[in-house]
C-alpha cells in the first residue's frame, strides 16, 4: 500500500477539518443524487460528549456512491438536532459534506448544547431519512449530580457469535457506553464461524472499512449506538493482533508495510466512530507519515465524576522476552527476563504518563474513572512459588504500573475506578500500589469486563487463579456479556450481567454477580 504523496496530504487535512464543520449551503448547493436506496444502513451513533456539545456520526453506503462518477465526489447531508423525537422543537441544524476520500462518512461537532440534556437528532439526503437518534450531554462542571449509569463493553468478534448482548444493554437504559476496545477483528474467516465474516486478513484501507461495514451491520449494535453517546478506545485487533506501537504484531502478512497498514487502520477508525477531528493531530495525512491519533482525554461529569480515556497501544515499548524472540505476546517466568521491570519501559508512552499525571494533579471529582483496554492488577498463573505472568498487558510493564498507582497516591486521587477488557474475562477486585510488596495498601478498585462474544478458555482453573492472586475478590473465565455500573455520590454498584448463548441470534440475559463500593473506601464487596 502507497502512501499518499504531499497534494493528497494537503487535500485529506482540509476534509478531515471540513467533514467536522457544519455548513450553511442554498439549496442548488446540495449535492444532488437520485436515490433507489437508502443511504443509511450503517444507522447513525454520537460520542465524545462534553457538557456543550457532542458529536453526532453516519456513514453514507448506497450503491449510487459506487459508480465511476460518483466515486469520488462528496455528498452534502442535512442534520437536526431537537429536544423531541417528532422535531418539532428543532434545536440546530445545518449541513455537512460526506467527503468520499472519507468513506463518505459525516463527523458533525454541535456546539452551544445546554448541560445535563437528551436530544434527539438525524440526518438526511435528499427524501431520505436517517433512523432517529438520541444522545445527551453532560452536567455541567460544577454541577452537584445526584446519580449516572453507564455501560461497559470490549472484544466484539463477529465470528464468535452475535451481538445480542447489546439488546439487553439498551434496556438498562445507560446515560453513556465505555467501550474499551477491539471493536472489530482482523482475522480472516475461520473455518467454523458462528456467522461468517467476509474479505481475508485486513491489510489495506478498503479492507478495514468492508470489515468496520460488515460489524456496523449489526441491528443490536446499531440499536445501542443510537441509544445514547459513547466514549470510546481502542486496543489490537482494530490493527493487528499484539501489535505495540510501531511494532507489528503476529498475524497476517508480516512482510507488509506496518506503518502503512496501521494509518490504514487508523483512518478507517476515525471514519467510522463518533469522536472529533482533534484526534487526527496532523489530519489524515499525519497518520501515513507516523503522526500519532490522540485518543487519549478526560471528560468530567458535573462533580460526580472524571472519565480518563487511556491508549494502551499506540505509545507502548514492544513486549519482551516473547518466546524464541518472536513478537507479540506470551506467558513466561519474569525472573528469566532481565528486562521485565526495566523502568525506561512504558505502556502508555512517556507523553501519556506525564499527561495522565497532569490530570490527576487537578482531579477534584467523587470518582475518577479510568477506562483503559486490559487488566490492571497483577494476575498469577503459577500457583504456588514462582510467577508465570504475561507480557502484553500491565504485567508486562510492572514499573509503569507502579508508576500510575503512585501518581493516584501521589495526587491524592479520589476513588479510583479501573475499568477495563481485552481478556475476554470478568475480573474484579482491588488495585494494590505496589504489586511486588506483600501486604501493599489497596488504592483504588478495578472491573475488567468480559467479552461481547469473544472466545475464553473457561473455569477449570478459575478457583486456583482466584487463591493465587487475593487481590482479586471475583472471576468468570466463560460468561459473555458487559457490565454496568451506577455512580452515586456515596457509592458506586456494578453489576455483571451475561447472556446464555453468543451463539444463538436471541439470548436470555442474567446477572452473573454485583458489587459495591463505598465512596472512600477502596474496598469491593459482593452483594
Known amino acids: 500500500m502507497s502512501l499518499p504523496d504531499r497534494s493528497t496530504r494537503r487535500r485529506l487535512l482540509q476534509l478531515a477539518a471540513g467533514s467536522a464543520a457544519t455548513l450553511w449551503l442554498p439549496r442548488s448547493a446540495w449535492s444532488q443524487l437520485r436515490l433507489d436506496s437508502h443511504p443509511f444502513p450503517l444507522g447513525v451513533a454520537s460520542g465524545s460528549p462534553t457538557s456543550d456539545s457532542v458529536v453526532l456520526w453516519t456513514r453514507l453506503m448506497m450503491p449510487e456512491l459506487s459508480a465511476p462518477a460518483r466515486q469520488r465526489q462528496a455528498v452534502t447531508v442535512r442534520w437536526e438536532v431537537a429536544h423531541d423525537e417528532q422535531f418539532t422543537r428543532r ?7 460526506a467527503q468520499a476520500e472519507l468513506a463518505h462518512s459525516v463527523h458533525v461537532e454541535v456546539q452551544g448544547l445546554l448541560p445535563d440534556r437528551w436530544y434527539f437528532y438525524r440526518f438526511m439526503v435528499g427524501d431520505a431519512v436517517s433512523a432517529t437518534g438520541r444522545t445527551r450531554t453532560f452536567p455541567a462542571f460544577d454541577a452537584l449530580v445526584a446519580r449516572m449509569r453507564l455501560a461497559y463493553a470490549s472484544c466484539q468478534h463477529w465470528q464468535h457469535g452475535y451481538f445480542s448482548a447489546y439488546r439487553h444493554m439498551l434496556a438498562e437504559n445507560p446515560d453513556l457506553v465505555l467501550f474499551l ?3 472489530i477483528y482482523e482475522y480472516p474467516n475461520s473455518k467454523t464461524p458462528v456467522r461468517p465474516a467476509t474479505g481475508g486478513w485486513l491489510l489495506t484501507l478498503e479492507d478495514y472499512r468492508q470489515r468496520y461495514a460488515l460489524y456496523k451491520s449489526d441491528a443490536d449494535l446499531q ?13 489490537d485487533h482494530e490493527v493487528q493482533n499484539d501489535y505495540a506501537g510501531s511494532q507489528e504484531g503476529r498475524s497476517g502478512a508480516p512482510n507488509l508495510d506496518f506503518a502503512a497498514r496501521r494509518a490504514a487502520a487508523y483512518q478507517a477508525f476515525y471514519e467510522h466512530m463518533p469522536i472529533r477531528a482533534s484526534v487526527l493531530t496532523q489530519a489524515m495525512a499525519g497518520l501515513a507519515t507516523g503522526a500519532e491519533m490522540r485518543i487519549y482525554s478526560r471528560v468530567r461529569y458535573g462533580q460526580l465524576a472524571s472519565f480518563y480515556m487511556l491508549d494502551a497501544r499506540q505509545y507502548r515499548d514492544p513486549q519482551v522476552c516473547t518466546t524464541g524472540g518472536k513478537k507479540g505476546s506470551a506467558t513466561l517466568d519474569p525472573a528469566t527476563c532481565a528486562e521485565w521491570s526495566n523502568p525506561a519501559r512504558s505502556l502508555l508512552g512517556m507523553n501519556q504518563e506525564r499527561w495522565l499525571d497532569a490530570e490527576f494533579g ?11 483496554q486490559s487488566l490492571l492488577g497483577q494476575r498469577d498463573f503459577r500457583a504456588g512459588p514462582g510467577q508465570m505472568l504475561w507480557n502484553d498487558g500491565w504485567d508486562g510493564y510492572s514499573a509503569a504500573r507502579t508508576r500510575l498507582t503512585g501518581s493516584l497516591q501521589k495526587n491524592g486521587v479520589a476513588n479510583p475506578v479501573v475499568l477495563g477488557g481485552d481478556v475476554h474475562e470478568n475480573w474484579v477486585g482491588q488495585i494494590k500500589a505496589d504489586y511486588s510488596v506483600a501486604g501493599s495498601a489497596a488504592v483504588g478498585v478495578e472491573f475488567c469486563g468480559t467479552s461481547i462474544t469473544s472466545h475464553s478458555g473457561g473455569n477449570d482453573k478459575t478457583a486456583e487463579r482466584l487463591a493465587e492472586n487475593p487481590h482479586f475478590v471475583f472471576a468468570d473465565a466463560e460468561r459473555k456479556g458487559y457490565g454496568v455500573v451506577d455512580f452515586t455520590p456515596r457509592q458506586l454498584t456494578t453489576t455483571l450481567r451475561v447472556v446464555d448463548d453468543v451463539r444463538r441470534p436471541v439470548t436470555a440475559i442474567e446477572t452473573l454477580a454485583a458489587f459495591t463500593v463505598e465512596a472512600g473506601r477502596p474496598v469491593v464487596e459482593r452483594v
Open 181 to 183: 476496545g477491539d471493536y
Open 362 to 372: 487537578k482531579s477534584g471529582r467523587q470518582w475518577n474513572v479510568l477506562g483503559q
Open 91 to 97: 434545536v440546530q441544524g445545518g449541513q455537512a459534506q
Open 223 to 235: 440499536a445501542m449506538h443510537q441509544a445514547c453517546p459513547w466514549l470510546l478506545t481502542w486496543d
